[in-house]
């Protein structure tokens, strides 16, 4: 199978499915694209607008479109010569519907259930209340006001009972119906009824997952299903006797409750999730559970569809979510290359600055983001550091020590949000402290603390230590010890032979069963805590400049040298060569057009402090009792900056995930109507304000033209930097997206289409003077996807990636390197400080003559002025003519 040219990311629901997917095939293959890269599209959540709720992994998604539509997509798909990667979720699934047979079954069975070891539940949790039980935290208000209320009520119906609370329907228990039953055989004289009640509690019932007691349980179940209702059919007084009960109990929370109490599930106010919950979610979010895909059989399971298409060619190639997740994604890693060797596999690995993908993992690299930071940050003048800091806290009064709003904000989410995971890792804690006289005396409280500190503290997402092989790399050393001597200067109070003892758990110095599982749990938990302490609760506090804030990015480093750059691209050609790289994903807060505005802000720091200042002060009587706060009112002025023009429905849904996810003043749990109303009516008031949008559409008409010679470069460089390059849909026009839901609006494809058509016999002059349209993106776009087509072993492992000096006063403003004998690539940087001013600057371009894919120049090798390969349009693309 081919490691893709170009992807093209495309998000699936049911207002764009299969068939519309296949409408842009050609349009798609004209662009110069190898491969569609599709958001999950096995079966989902209803009305699901990404795809990573899956329900059920044995068949795709009938909303978007079911097994026929998917099936002309893929012949469509292969008329056109293009491939296909699919995103796969093997971390979770959605719980939120009955949909999903196997969490059902669970709730319905418990650990006699055929799939009660499918999920991560801790049957033998902290809490004794929660013992051989799955807690659903789904009530509105606490379980005995609900029930006193009425508001979970027994329903029967061909053979099956079923609680149902508002949109939530739980099964009841088999064994939990003989009382019910023979109540209802009594009344009816039917000593049928009286034999299936019977029957029902008597169901085998046993903690195996699998084995002949669990497979006749199942089956008897179903027989007596079965019975029960062709008795009702035949018998009106049997089904009149059940209903009556029916009505009965449901009139009686006390018979309501009692029923309840029989089950495998307790029903919870769903704030009780924030300490007691009994399974492991994706993040903090209740209704995706996380699974065992270490087991073999799940993993078989849950990859049933998406392995066969692999094998029969339909699916080139993964993009795996989430890996960090998983218990040994090592393990995962290999056995998925084992069940399609030779399939491209990339996953959404977040790599700190610094951090590079574990070595054991027999995958192409990762998503992109660790690109997407790096040329993101090598847009950012460095030397506008002091001065936007200093006025950012003069103006806002927030601090600029990243660091330290890190660690704050990771205890914020650790006692917010992960008290019930904490809860249960440290119980395991305490367990194996109790096997050891050193470490007994401590209590569960010195324990939690501790195990709070050190996860805050934790400079990674995670490590991949494997207990059970024994295996610690040097980096797992390095990021635990790290992590440790962090939480020794934060809390002096923990005792230090205390933190070493956990150091010598995680690093396998000390073995045994439940050390291992420590360290395997772990492991498992720093990852959410770090990603929504960071991803989605520091980056909407820390708003020095927003260009800088995305995911797997450092906003505390402010800039990348091009030195540095040139290092990190040679890297990855030397080891991660077939790596996916990006510059937009369905997951970036803001997209790569946007950024590269934002970006500018940097070059121009004095007048960007005196024009937000003017906006304040005009706008200050538009606020409500203050507010909003000068730090969200810091960021609303950077996005007004980066996306503008932008109306003001999409700003209000924005500011409003903003300051929610913020977690400052109001919450998705907590939210604070008073002061997202006064955000609200700020908004509003300043996007009416005939003054302020006037200065503001000043502020930003110069920095369009900049921002899109940022956004050129991006581009450029993208396409042709080692790895394989993926194109957000629509970003091959200029795209002024914000965070999720803005950045998944529909596509216009008949502009796009339109606008490739005219291509075709455009110049370069002709290409910008439709800049607005976005023109000059999509020729970039077009022209550096042919290239790698005609000459893809440039850009292959085997390729070479060179870097090229420029020479003179404005040596720094550019970017070029070749790309073996063939390719070269100029693009400039810091456009504003530039002004268009090369002076004498020039770059020495390898012997030979080469053809400008952009202009149609034909230059000479050697040394050329920079103010001349760059004067007909604002980027190069050389290709060696052949002599």
């Known amino acids: 199978m081919p490691v893709p040219l170009a992807t093209y990311r495309v998000q699936m629901h049911a207002e764009f499915g299969f068939e519309a997917a296949a409408a842009i095939a050609d349009y798609l293959s004209a662009l110069g694209v190898s491969h569609l890269y599709a958001s999950p599209y096995l079966q989902a959540n209803q009305g699901s607008t990404h795809g990573y709720d899956i329900l059920d992994h044995s068949r795709v998604s009938e909303e978007i479109g079911g097994a026929d539509a998917h099936a002309k997509l893929c012949e469509t798909l292969g008329r056109n010569n293009l491939g296909q990667i699919l995103d796969v979720v093997p971390n979770h699934m959605s719980i939120s519907s009955r ?14 259930s055929l799939y009660a070891q499918y999920f991560d539940v801790d049957w033998q949790p902290p809490e004794q209340k929660l013992h051989d039980t799955v807690l659903l935290p789904i009530l509105g208000d606490h379980y005995g006001r609900i029930v006193d209320a009425g508001e979970i009520q027994l329903q029967y119906h061909n053979g099956s009972f079923t609680f149902h609370y508002h949109d939530h329907v739980m099964p009841v228990a088999p064994r939990s119906l003989n009382e019910l039953l023979e109540r209802a055989a009594r009344r009816s004289d039917s000593p049928d009824l009286a034999f299936i009640a019977d029957s029902f509690g008597n169901l085998p019932h046993s903690t195996a997952t699998d084995g002949p007691s669990v497979t006749r349980r199942h089956r008897d179940k179903e027989v007596l299903r079965r019975q029960l209702a062709r008795l009702c059919a035949e018998n009106p007084a049997i089904a009149s006797a059940i209903d009556n009960l029916v009505e009965e109990t449901n009139v009686s929370p006390n018979e309501i409750d009692l029923l309840l109490d029989r089950q495998n599930y307790r029903l919870a106010y769903w704030r009780s999730a924030g300490q007691e919950l009994d399974y492991r979610r994706f993040f903090d979010i209740n209704t995706l559970v996380s699974m065992k895909v270490e087991d073999e059989r799940v993993f078989s399971d849950m990859h049933v569809l998406v392995l066969k298409w692999v094998r029969q060619g339909v699916l080139d190639g993964l993009r795996v979510d989430h890996p960090d997740g998983l218990r040994d994604p090592a393990q995962y890693f290999q056995r998925l290359t084992q069940a399609v060797p030779h399939g491209w596999i990339v996953v959404e690995k977040i790599l700190e600055p610094g951090e590079t ?15 997407l930071n790096r040329l993101g940050s090598l847009l950012v003048d460095q030397e506008g550091e002091r001065p936007i800091s200093e006025f950012y806290t003069r103006f806002t009064g927030v601090s600029t020590d990243y660091l330290r709003m890190v660690h704050q904000k990771k205890h914020y989410v650790l006692k917010k949000l992960f008290g019930s995971d904490i809860n249960r890792l440290t119980f395991l804690l305490a367990k194996v402290c109790e096997r050891q ?51 020794k200067r934060h809390r002096p109070d923990i005792d230090e032979d205390l933190l070493d003892f956990l150091r010598d758990l995680l690093l396998l110095r000390v073995r045994g069963t439940l050390e291992s599982e420590l360290v395997m749990r772990f492991q498992q938990h720093t ?20 260009a800088l804030n995305e995911v797997g990015g450092d906003p505390g480093r402010f800039g990348l040298s091009l030195d540095q750059f040139h290092a990190d691209c040679l890297e990855t050609q030397k080891r991660w060569s077939q790596s996916m790289i990006a510059t937009t994903t369905h997951d970036t807060k803001r997209s790569e057009d946007v950024r590269a505005r934002i970006s500018l802000l940097a070059e121009i720091p004095d007048r960007w402090a005196e024009t937000v200042e003017r906006w304040a002060a005009h706008n200050e009587s538009s606020k409500t009792g ?10 609303l002025y950077q996005t007004l900056v980066g996306a503008w023009p932008i109306d003001t429905a999409r700003t209000l849904e924005y500011v409003q995930k903003v300051a929610r996810e913020a977690k400052a003043y109001t919450s998705w749990t907590d939210p604070d109507r008073d002061y997202e ?25 110069p920095l369009i033209e900049p921002g899109r010679i940022n956004s050129l470069a991006q581009v450029l460089i993208k396409l042709t930097a080692p790895g394989v390059p993926d194109i957000y849909q629509g970003n091959e026009l200029w795209d002024l997206s914000l965070v999720d839901p803005d950045n998944r609006r529909p596509v216009d494809y008949v502009v796009r289409r339109r606008l490739l058509d005219a291509l075709r016999t455009a110049t370069a002059e002709e290409v910008l003077a439709r800049s607005d349209e976005g023109l000059p993106k999509m020729w970039v776009t077009k022209q550096a996807l042919g290239v790698r087509k005609r000459r893809p072993a440039l850009f292959g492992p085997n390729g ?4 090229i000096r420029a020479a003179g006063a404005r040596a720094d403003h550019v970017v070029a390197y070749s790309r073996g004998p063939g390719c070269v690539v100029v693009a400039p940087r810091l456009p504003l400080r530039l002004d268009g001013r090369w002076e004498e600057t020039s770059l020495p371009l390898p012997d030979g003559e080469w053809y400008n894919e952009l202009t149609a120049d034909v230059v000479s090798g050697g040394v050329t002025p920079l103010k001349t390969l760059l004067k007909r349009f604002p980027v190069a693309l050389l290709t060696r003519l052949d002599r």
């Open 437 to 487: 006289k050193r470490y007994r005396d401590y209590s569960r409280r010195e324990l939690n603390a501790m195990l709070r500190e050190v996860i805050a503290c934790f400079p990674v997402y995670r490590t991949y230590v494997r207990a059970e092989a024994g295996q610690v790399s040097d980096r797992d050393t390095l990021y635990v010890t790290q992590a440790i001597e962090s939480a």
């Open 626 to 635: 203050g507010y909003p706060d000068r730090n969200i009112e810091y960021l």
């Open 357 to 371: 993908l574990p070595e054991d993992w027999p995958v192409a690299g990762t998503t992109g983001y660790d690109f």
């Open 527 to 546: 990852g959410p805590v770090m990603a929504k302490g960071i991803e989605d609760t520091v980056f909407y506090n820390y708003n020095r400049l927003v």
């Open 677 to 701: 109303a006064a955000l609200r009516s700020f908004v509003v008031a300043l996007l009416a304000n005939p003054e302020f949008v006037a200065d503001l559409t000043g502020f930003v008409t």
């Open 99 to 112: 949909d999903n047979v196997w969490w059902w079954d669970v709730l319905e069975n418990g650990q006699s």
């Open 800 to 803: 070479e990636y060179r870097p």
